[in-house]
C-alpha cells in the first residue's frame, strides 16, 4: 500500500520509521518532510496546510492511508477535508481536535464530565482577567487558548509577573491569535507524565508513558520549548497510577467527546500531573506528542499500519497494544539560541555512524538536504534516540550517541532523564 505521512520534524521521522517496518507498506510519502524522512519516504514539497494539494496529490497517486502528523492541519479539519474526497485518513476530524485546539474548550469538558483537572477560569476580555488575578492565589498558569507550538503558557510568580503576562498573551498578542481567549489555571505540583493513546472513537488503547522536558537550560531552567529531550517509560507512572487514569481521566474523555457529538479517532496525548491529590489533567493533544512519539514508537511491537486502521475502522478493542520490556531516551540536538533566534544552514557530520546499529536512531526535526550534504534547518534539529535494558542504560546509549554527530551550533541539554538517578 501507499502512504502518505502529513509534517515535517522528528514526529513525523518517528511515524514514517514505524510505518516503514510494516510488511503492508510498500511506497511512503511525506509532505513536506525533511533531509532524514527522505531516506524513508519520497519528500513532496507540499505544506501541511495546503489542504487542496494534499488532497489533489493524494487523489493523483492513488495513495491508501494519509497520516496526519501535526496539529495545525488537524484542528484545521484536513481529515474532513480529506474525508470529504472519499480519501482514508488517520487524525481526528476538525470537531474533535478541538481537544488540542481549544484549550477552554478542553477545561470546559473536563470540568462538565468530572475529569480531574486543576481549577481555572476562562476569559475573552484582558480587564476581567485582570481583575480576577487580584483575588487569585500565586503562582498561577496562564494558557493561550489556542495552538502556540507548545509555547503558550506562562507560570506566573507573583500578581506583577501575571499581569505582565496578561499583557503579553491577551495584549501584546506574542502567541498570536490563540490570545485571543486565555485560561487562567491554578498552579499544580508533582511529577509530570506523558501518556500517549490510540482510540477509534470508543476504544482506546494506553501506549508506554514518557517524561518530556520542556525548559532550554539544564536544570529546568530558561525558557519553554517544544521539547529538548524525553524518556519512556516513566518510573513514576505506577500500577496505581494507570489504574485511576483508566478509571476517571482515560475512558471518561473518549465518553465525554462521543457523548458531545464529536467522536475521537485517532492519538490522544494525555499530559499528566502527578499531585498528592492523584493524577490531574494538564493539557490534552490530538496527535502524537513530540518527543515524546521518538521514544515510544521504537518501543512498539505492533504493526503500525494495522493498529491505525482498527482506529479508522472502529476495531480498536480487537487490537493487544504491546510494548518491548525495556526503556528509550531522546535527547535534542538543537541550534544554539533557540527557542528565541538561531542560525541556520551548517552542514551536518557523522549522521553515517547510526546506520545499521540497532537501538540506536537519529530523527530528523530541522534539517535539509541540500548540493553540499544535509544542514541545520531549524531550532531543534535532531533527535537522538537509544534504547536499552533500563533507563540508566538508554540514558548513557543516548548521550554516547550524541557525540556521533557535529554541526556549528550545536546545543543540548545534559540531564535529560537526570530524575531516574533518584530512583
Known amino acids: 500500500m501507499k502512504v502518505l505521512i502529513v509534517g515535517s520534524g522528528g514526529r513525523e521521522h518517528a511515524i514514517a520509521a514505524s510505518v516503514a517496518k510494516s510488511a503492508r507498506v510498500d511506497k511512503i510519502y511525506c509532505a513536506p518532510g525533511n533531509a532524514g524522512i527522505g531516506q524513508l519516504a519520497e519528500c513532496v514539497p507540499i505544506g501541511a496546510m495546503e489542504f487542496d494539494k494534499l488532497v489533489a496529490f493524494a487523489k493523483e497517486q492513488e495513495i491508501d492511508l494519509t497520516i496526519v502528523g501535526m496539529d495545525d492541519p488537524l484542528v484545521g479539519g484536513l481529515v474532513d477535508e480529506m474525508e470529504a474526497a472519499g480519501l482514508r485518513v488517520f487524525g481526528p476530524r476538525k470537531n474533535a481536535a478541538i481537544l488540542e485546539?481549544?484549550?477552554?474548550?478542553?477545561?470546559?469538558?473536563?470540568?462538565?464530565?468530572?475529569i480531574p483537572t486543576a481549577a481555572y477560569e476562562n476569559f475573552d476580555d484582558a480587564g476581567a482577567a485582570l481583575a480576577y488575578l487580584e483575588h487569585a492565589k500565586m503562582p498561577v498558569v496562564l494558557k493561550a487558548d489556542g495552538l502556540a507550538l507548545g509555547k503558550g503558557v506562562l507560570i506566573c510568580q507573583t500578581l506583577e509577573e501575571a499581569k505582565e503576562g496578561v499583557k503579553t498573551i491577551m495584549e501584546d498578542k506574542k502567541f498570536g491569535e490563540a490570545g485571543n481567549r486565555m485560561v487562567i489555571e491554578e498552579f499544580m505540583?508533582?511529577?509530570?507524565?506523558?501518556?500517549?493513546?490510540?482510540?477509534?472513537?470508543?476504544?482506546?488503547?494506553?501506549?508506554?508513558?514518557?517524561?518530556?522536558?520542556?525548559?532550554?537550560?539544564d536544570g529546568d531552567k530558561g525558557l519553554n520549548t517544544g521539547g529538548m529531550g524525553t524518556f519512556s517509560p516513566s518510573p513514576f507512572y505506577t500500577e496505581e497510577v494507570d489504574a485511576f487514569c483508566h478509571k476517571y481521566i482515560y475512558q471518561a474523555t473518549v465518553d465525554?467527546?462521543?457523548a458531545e457529538g464529536r467522536p475521537f479517532k485517532g492519538v490522544i496525548f494525555f499530559g499528566l500531573m502527578l499531585t498528592q491529590d492523584g493524577p490531574r489533567v494538564l493539557e490534552y493533544n490530538a496527535r502524537f506528542g513530540d518527543p515524546?512519539?521518538?521514544?515510544?514508537?521504537?518501543?512498539?511491537?505492533?504493526?503500525?499500519?494495522?493498529?491505525?486502521?482498527?482506529?479508522?475502522?472502529?476495531?480498536?478493542?480487537?487490537?493487544?497494544?504491546?510494548?518491548?520490556?525495556?526503556?528509550?531516551?531522546?535527547?535534542?540536538?538543537?541550534?544554539?539560541?533557540?527557542?528565541?533566534?538561531?542560525?541556520?544552514g551548517f552542514p551536518i557530520s557523522g549522521l553515517e555512524q547510526f546506520d545499521g546499529k540497532e537501538g540506536y536512531y537519529c530523527f530528523h526535526a530541522g534539517t535539509k538536504q541540500t548540493q553540499q550534504g544535509i544542514v541545520t534547518n531549524g531550532g531543534r534539529v535532531l533527535g537522538i534516540t537509544a534504547k536499552g535494558a533500563d533507563l540508566k542504560e538508554a540514558r548513557a546509549n543516548a548521550y554516547r550517541a550524541t557525540e556521533w554527530v557535529a554541526f556549528a551550533n550545536k546545543y543540548m541539554r545534559n540531564d535529560i532523564g537526570k530524575a531516574i538517578d533518584e530512583i
Open 189 to 217: 505540583t508533582g511529577r509530570e507524565v506523558s501518556v500517549l493513546s490510540f482510540v477509534d472513537g470508543k476504544t482506546i488503547r494506553i501506549m508506554s508513558s514518557a517524561q518530556d522536558h520542556k525548559r532550554a537550560l
Open 292 to 344: 515524546e512519539a521518538q521514544v515510544v514508537l521504537p518501543r512498539m511491537k505492533n504493526d503500525m499500519i494495522e493498529v491505525v486502521e482498527a482506529c479508522i475502522d472502529g476495531t480498536l478493542e480487537q487490537v493487544d497494544l504491546q510494548f518491548e520490556d525495556n526503556a528509550a531516551v531522546c535527547v535534542v540536538l538543537a541550534s544554539e539560541g533557540y527557542p528565541v533566534s538561531y542560525e541556520k
Open 101 to 114: 485546539g481549544s484549550k477552554a474548550f478542553s477545561k470546559d469538558l473536563m470540568k462538565k464530565y468530572h
Open 256 to 258: 465525554a467527546m462521543a
